[in-house]
C-alpha cells in the first residue's frame, strides 16, 4: 500500500537491478532523498564509497566503508549482481560500461561500483 501511492515509485523501479523490495526499502529509508545534495553524497551515506587512507602527500583507495543502511546497501549490491549478470550480452552504455569494469577490475569490484552508479 505504502509503495502504490508513493510519487517516486516508477522512476525507482526503472533503475536496473531494482525492484518491488529494492524500491520499497529504498522510499522506506530515504523518502525523496531530500536530506542529500547529490548522487554521491547519498553513496558515502549508505557507504558504498571507498574509504580514503591519506598521510602528507599518499593518498589510498581502501575497501568500502559499510557504514550507513546495512540492509539497504545489501539489497543494491544483490540487485547490482543480478543486472550485471543480465549485461553481457546487451549493447546499452551501461551494460558495456559494467562489462568493460569486469574485465579491468574483476566481478565483486564491478557489482560494488555498478551499485554505487
Known amino acids: 500500500?505504502?509503495?502504490?501511492e508513493h510519487p517516486c515509485r516508477d522512476i525507482i523501479m526503472s533503475l536496473p537491478g531494482v525492484g518491488l523490495i529494492n524500491a520499497s526499502?529504498?522510499?522506506?529509508?530515504?523518502d525523496k532523498g531530500q536530506a542529500f545534495h547529490s548522487p554521491r553524497e547519498f553513496a558515502v551515506w549508505l557507504g558504498l564509497t571507498p574509504q580514503l587512507y591519506a598521510s602528507g602527500d599518499t593518498h589510498r583507495m581502501g575497501g568500502?566503508?559499510?557504514?550507513?543502511d546495512r540492509y539497504l546497501?545489501?539489497?543494491?549490491?544483490?540487485g547490482a549482481r543480478a543486472a550485471?549478470?543480465?549485461?553481457?550480452?546487451k549493447a546499452d552504455a551501461l551494460s558495456v560500461w559494467?562489462?568493460?569494469?569486469?574485465?579491468?577490475?574483476?566481478?565483486n569490484k564491478a557489482v560494488v561500483a555498478f551499485a554505487h552508479r
Open 25 to 30: 526499502a529504498f522510499l522506506a529509508s530515504i
Open 1 to 4: 500500500a505504502f509503495l502504490d
Open 84 to 89: 550485471l549478470s543480465r549485461a553481457r550480452n
Open 73 to 78: 546497501r545489501t539489497l543494491l549490491v544483490h
Open 98 to 107: 559494467g562489462n568493460q569494469l569486469v574485465h579491468r577490475r574483476g566481478y
Open 64 to 68: 568500502i566503508t559499510k557504514r550507513g
